[in-house]
Structures are given as structure tokens and as C-alpha cells.
């Protein structure tokens, strides 16, 4: 059951756990840093949902590293 319930949520756990941590951290330095804490546990939760979806990198490397080679070619 836990390693099902594991697959399906592990990511989104694994960040909101970051998430409240930093949240932990930031919440004894003032109300300001607890909404950054806020802000963090929200993409935590966002790149966790993506990593069970299984939709892939957030950034897309290839693509990146091939227009930079595209546009600016290495001197030969």
C-alpha cells in the first residue's frame, strides 16, 4: 500500500516536505520570509506534480543547448 501510495506521490511530498522545511527556517525571521516559505513550498509542490506526471525536465536542456549552439556556433 505505502509503495503504491509512494509512486503515485512521491514527488509532491518529497516537495512540500522542502518546502516546510525552508518554511521552518524562514517563519523564525519575520512574516515576509514566511511568504517567501510559502512561495517555496508552492514550486515544491509544482516540480513534485511534474516529476509523478512524469512530464519530463522543466527546462529542456537539448533544446536549449541546441539553439545556443545554433545561434552563437563554437570557433573552429
Do not use: H, Q
Not at 26 to 35: E, I, P, Q, R, V
Not at 40 to 51: E, F, S, V
Not at 57 to 67: A, E, K, N, Q
Request: aromatic content about 22%; proline content about 5%.
Amino acid at each position: 500500500m505505502w509503495k503504491n501510495w509512494w509512486e503515485t506521490y512521491g514527488g509532491r511530498t518529497t516537495g512540500v516536505a522542502a518546502g516546510l522545511f525552508f518554511f521552518l527556517i524562514y517563519s523564525l525571521c519575520g512574516f515576509w520570509d514566511m511568504l517567501f516559505c510559502a512561495l517555496l513550498a508552492g514550486i515544491g509542490y509544482w516540480i513534485g506534480k511534474n516529476r509523478d506526471d512524469k512530464r519530463g525536465p522543466i527546462v529542456p536542456w537539448g533544446r536549449l543547448t541546441d539553439w545556443l549552439t545554433d545561434r552563437w556556433p563554437w570557433p573552429r
